[in-house]
C-alpha cells in the first residue's frame, strides 16, 4: 500500500474503501439557504423573507501524486462499470492538531468523484505533482471533538431530526 507523503497541513480524509488519505488543500465546504421573497398583499415597503432548502458546494481535493496509489482514479473509473453498482460513500474530513490528535470533524454523506485531474508532468520541474478530485455530496455536518464526541453529536442530531425538534428528542418541551 501506498504512503502518502508527510506534508505540514494537520488534517486527512477518512473514506468508505479508502482509510486515511493525507491531502495539501481542500475547497468547497459550502452550506447556503435559499432565501424565498414573498410579496404581501398592500405591503409594497418589503418583502417577507423565508428560510427555504440548504444547498452544498461540491468539494475539491488535492494530493500530492505517487503512481502506487490511485484510489481516487480508481472510485471515478467505478461509476461508469455497469457490472457494478455506483459507489456513494460517507466520508469524514479530520481535523487534526500539531501532535496529531483529533480536534473535530466534516462528516459528508452520500459523496460520489464528479471530477479528477490527473497530475501535470514536467521533467524539469524539482516539485511534487498533484492530482485532485471534486467530490459531489449531499449534505456535511460539522462535530467538534474527538471520534467519540462526534459519533455521539451525530446521534443527537439525527435523533433530534429524525422527531421533529429537541422537545421530542428529549420527550418534553423546551422553552428559551
Sequence with gaps: ????????????????????????EVQGLKCET????????????????????????PMTIKKGFYSAGSEFYKWMRQLHVKSMPIDRVNMSLVILN??????GRFNLYKCFPT???????????????????????????????????????AIINFAVNATGGLSGAIGGSISL
Design 1 to 24: 500500500m501506498a504512503t502518502d507523503p508527510d506534508v505540514p497541513y494537520r488534517y486527512q480524509l477518512d473514506m468508505g474503501h479508502v482509510t486515511c488519505v493525507r491531502f495539501n
Design 34 to 57: 435559499e432565501v424565498i421573497e414573498i410579496r404581501e398583499g398592500g405591503n409594497n415597503f418589503y418583502k417577507h423573507s423565508m428560510v427555504g432548502g440548504n444547498s452544498f458546494t
Design 98 to 103: 500539531d501532535k496529531f490528535d483529533e480536534v
Design 115 to 153: 471530477s479528477y485531474d490527473g497530475p501535470s508532468f514536467n521533467s524539469t520541474a524539482k516539485e511534487i505533482t498533484f492530482e485532485s478530485i471534486t467530490i459531489k455530496y449531499d449534505f456535511f455536518e460539522y462535530h467538534p471533538g474527538n471520534a467519540i464526541a462526534g459519533t455521539i453529536d
